[in-house]
């Protein structure tokens, strides 16, 4: 079966820190760009970072940037978003997806092969 899986939430108070997994089973991360989701209670899904096939390249949005930081270990087959200094509005549902490209495009368009079934994080004190 072919499936991404993502684990490491929970609840953190603000400034706190949480590392989520996304792990890959029925097939390789290699040649896909991979990327983490989100989507609050009434809101829209957003795209949060995203790490090129390679893992040379990265892209955050703007409400991320400096402190959450996407990496990938092909070797595991899994890829870790860390994240620091966490706010009550980074709360939501993470998904994890992979693109069968080499560079972050469809992947941040939406347009990818496989989804997570998504991580609660809730920041609050």
């Known amino acids: 079966q072919l499936q991404l899986e993502e684990s490491g939430g929970g609840l953190v108070q603000p400034g706190g820190s949480l590392r989520l997994s996304c792990a890959a089973s029925g097939f390789t991360l290699d040649y896909y760009a991979i990327g983490w989701f989100r989507q609050a209670p009434g809101k829209e899904r957003e795209g949060v970072s995203c790490?090129?096939?390679?893992?040379?390249?990265?892209n955050y949005a703007d409400s991320v940037k400096h402190r959450f930081t996407i990496s990938r270990d092909n070797a595991k087959n899994t890829v870790y978003l860390q994240m620091n200094n966490l706010k009550p509005e980074d709360t939501a549902v993470y998904f994890c997806?992979?693109?069968?490209?080499?560079?972050?495009?469809?992947?941040?368009?939406?347009?990818?092969?496989?989804w997570g079934q998504g991580t609660q994080v809730t920041v609050s004190s």
């Open positions: 997806a992979a693109a069968a490209e080499s560079g972050c495009r469809l992947l941040w368009r939406g347009e990818v092969n496989y």
């Open positions: 790490v090129d096939s390679s893992g040379g390249s990265f």
